[in-house]
């Protein structure tokens, strides 16, 4: 089945540092690549996406791009500000719409 | 800007006690969804559910669960008794044609809290 391996966290950063999540995957057909953000409290905000290899989602400074030759699609945002601090998900979807979502990273970025 | 609701946003209930989420997904949208998140956890799958009948569920979703479409706008979930480990956001969730095609929108969640 799909699965999705997401770098193990928390991560904390100092505010204006580069930020990088790994994420890499394991799927059967074409999925589409998805970045959720979730901040305390809240439910899941659609941050990127990508539908197919090569493609870069990009949003709020934050980017991501589709590898298909290394499975992966892992977040980076050059320059972290307080805000930022949320928990990220990285997920896919198939072809039957079903999501797989990967564990978390607890993202803290200190002033 | 489309979107999916779910009521309540909150709701406590004893163990053994019979709970139903509703959610209203996007209008004219064809595939429907639900998903759990324990807290500090990741969110899982439970089922999926196209032309009236469940496309797929995951091993969580065993015989206390039951979805329904009982009209042209809501999409419930049942759980028929309640356990302490039934505890956690339900997200539900929505793919059509409205609004971006192919894209799935998510609710902004229930938090079900079994005591």
């Known amino acids: 089945g799909n699965s999705v391996t997401q770098m193990e966290g928390p991560v904390t950063l100092s505010e204006e540092a580069f930020l990088t999540i790994n994420c890499t995957y394991t799927a059967t057909g074409y999925p589409s690549l998805f970045w959720y953000v979730q901040y305390p409290g809240e439910g899941l905000q659609l941050l990127l996406k990508a539908t197919k290899a090569d493609d870069k989602g990009s949003n709020k400074g934050f980017e991501a791009t589709y590898r298909k030759e290394t499975t992966s699609f892992h977040l980076e945002k050059g320059s972290v500000q307080v805000s930022d601090s949320a928990v990220y998900f990285c997920?896919?979807?198939?072809?039957?719409?079903?999501?797989?979502f990967g564990d978390g990273t607890t993202l803290t970025v200190k002033p | 800007e489309p979107e999916v609701t779910q009521t309540p946003s909150h709701q406590v209930t004893q163990m053994g006690q019979e709970v139903i989420l509703r959610c209203v997904p996007i209008s004219n949208h064809l595939y429907f969804y639900w998903y759990r998140q324990i807290l500090g956890q990741k969110v899982e799958f439970l089922v999926s559910f196209y032309n009236n009948e469940i496309s797929e569920k995951s091993e969580i979703f065993d015989d206390q669960f039951s979805v329904e479409r009982p009209d042209g706008s809501n999409f419930t979930l049942k759980i028929r008794s309640t356990k302490l480990e039934d505890s956690a956001m339900y997200f539900c969730a929505s793919i059509g044609l409205a609004g971006a095609p192919g894209e799935q929108y998510f609710g902004p969640g229930t938090r079900l809290t079994v005591t």
């Open positions: 997920a896919l979807r198939g072809n039957a719409g079903k999501s797989t």
